[in-house]
């Protein structure tokens, strides 16, 4: 891959691999923007089709990183790490010298649990570097698992869609689509099931979807079919680059609202979404729940209600957008872009 000319390389600071013959670890830190602060972002653990896809995939989600810290308020850079999934063993040897990576650069790059690494991962990585976040945390402290506080986020942004769409306060009767019921999706679908709303869901694991659909009282679909479920809100909780020229074709909802970071393919389908009157949360707003809580905890700015009333913000700040977005007729992912960049300096 010609990195410097790949379509979403964005003058990023650093894209820094690592490789470890002894344990098998094959790890890509890309750090977008340090502007406003340390640059923090998960750690993805995946199987990856090519060495290319990693690091489009640390590329773009770094870029992300920059954007929902910045408009999330928090004094802190976008960065991102990704992990290739093989058949060496994830374990303490792996992540400690994953950790020794994250420490080599020095508290430029702050690291968190993403798709694939726990919070007990997490305690193994720590004891090789301070830069950790999303460690497990006493009662009433901020930090910990980032996926019921994510989740929180998410309720709250889907809650300003539809008042914003369908002018309706709350959920009561209102129909979602869950695609993904893992740490952050099933926490979400049980906020929505307690406020009244009717859900459809699916994943991977059928078992997992058919105990989500059972305790809340829902339905489940194969995966196949949960994009073209007809409700009121689709919500993407499971992995990226979900809303295609065909899925969003066949969109069956008149919102999108949901945690995956990158929903968006490409930048063209931010604009398709709109063109079919379809309102979009974007992703890196909606779902900064998470990051709010791990950066509170790294930074030591405040406790469990402090968090709370950060997330809060988020249905405010996507009510600005789909205000602007009504008022200048621009696609939603592009008003919040406009104002994430102006917010790094870029
Ligand atoms: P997770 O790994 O806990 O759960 C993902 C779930 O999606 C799993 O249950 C998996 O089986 C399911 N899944 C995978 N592919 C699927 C498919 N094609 N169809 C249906 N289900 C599928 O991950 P998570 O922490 O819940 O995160 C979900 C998404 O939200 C990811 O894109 C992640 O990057 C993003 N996100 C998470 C957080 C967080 O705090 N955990 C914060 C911001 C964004």
Redesign the pocket.
Known sequence: MAVFDAVDFDAHEGVHFFDDPKTGLRAIIAIHSTHLGPAAGGSRYWTYASDDAAVTDALRLSRGMSYKNAMAELPMGGGKAVILKTAAPKNDAYLETFGRAVDSLGGRYVTA????ISDADMVVVSRQTRHVSGLPVAGGAAGGN??P??AEGVFRGMRAAVKHKLGRDGFAGVHVAI???????YALAGKLAAAGAKLTV????EA?AAKAAAEFAGRHVP?DE?MAVEADVLSP????ATLNATSIEALNVAIVAG???NQLATPADGARVHARGILYAPDYVI?AG?IINVATEYLGSGDAEAVTKLIAKIEGRLADIFVESDRTGTPTDVVADRMAQKLIGR
């Open positions: 649990e993403d798709v694939g980032p996926g506080s994510t695609q993904g019921l893992g740490s952050v999706g699916a994943d991977i694991d997992r995966v949960i909780c499971a992995l990226g945690a995956a970071n779902n998470g």
